[in-house]
DNA sequence: AATAGTGTTATATTCATCATATAACAGCAA
DNA sequence: TTGCTGTTATATGATGAATATAACACTATT
């Protein structure tokens, strides 16, 4: 369990949660089938709130990362909903490469930091 | 002027404004030099109040996209300052391609997207 | 000199969200 | 029964978003 949370970041602690998860999810330290620490475990290793974790848990539920029963609490099962998270990802996408742009990025650069960041955090890939 | 403000999103209207206007600078919408409408003429336009416009303006400012002065207000002014910026856009494609990752979505896809939006856009390349 | 247009600053208010706290409930396993 | 899950309810303090009114400093035009 690596998660770091940033208490100066002005970045919510809850989305600095599900973005570290998800992030382990996608580097395999989190597998599929495996079960998160719960709620009240996980808020007192990281010194938050309980319910603060469990927004982050249920958010990661809406989102298709996880699913939840009261057996074994959060479980990563990641649905692959293409559809709704290809629109997502195209939205984040113009953005950045918007700013890119503007800084004189090339779209070569952003090629090469795609697969440098895939290649250096060891995505999975199917 | 197009900028098309999501009164219903819950992303904050300073925000949505702020990147809509790099999404401007990227597509040639608005020119290096040209000056960006004053901040209460903008704020009639869209409907929303002074302060908001001003704050994404002051943000722009911040980040290097605009220069102000008392004569021509917020003038178009990119300073490509590409230490900073790629650190930021690689934190932000970690996320974003975290979350592919886990939809199964490859990396071809994203090259692939990449190259889409770059098109469709039109985004201006060096 | 007067007027009108810039961005900027100050102050205040309303509203929503974040993070916390305490407490209880329903379901499952040992 | 006991202890562990997630879930829900309610409340509180802090912070930020968006608004409103007002004034200030500077510049260009009339």
New interface residues.
């Given amino acids: 369990m690596f998660i770091e949370i940033d208490f100066n970041s002005d970045e919510a602690l809850y989305l600095q949660l599900r ?1 570290q998860i ?2 382990g ?3 395999d330290q989190f597998h599929e089938g495996e079960s998160l620490p719960s709620v009240r475990n996980l808020a007192d290793i990281i010194g938050i709130n309980m319910h603060t974790v469990n927004k982050a848990y249920t958010l990661l539920k809406q989102e ?2 996880v699913k939840v029963d009261r057996r074994n609490g959060a479980v990563i099962a ?1 649905d ?3 559809a709704l ?2 629109e ?3 939205r ?16 070569e650069e ?2 090469t ?3 440098e ?2 290649d250096q ?1 060891g ?4």
């Fill in positions: 973005n998800i992030l999810i996608a580097t298709g990362y990641v692959a909903n293409q998270t290809l997502e990802i195209r984040e996408l113009q953005v950045t490469l918007a700013k890119s742009s503007c800084k004189n990025i090339t779209r952003i090629h930091l795609v697969d960041i895939y955090m995505y999975r890939e199917i």
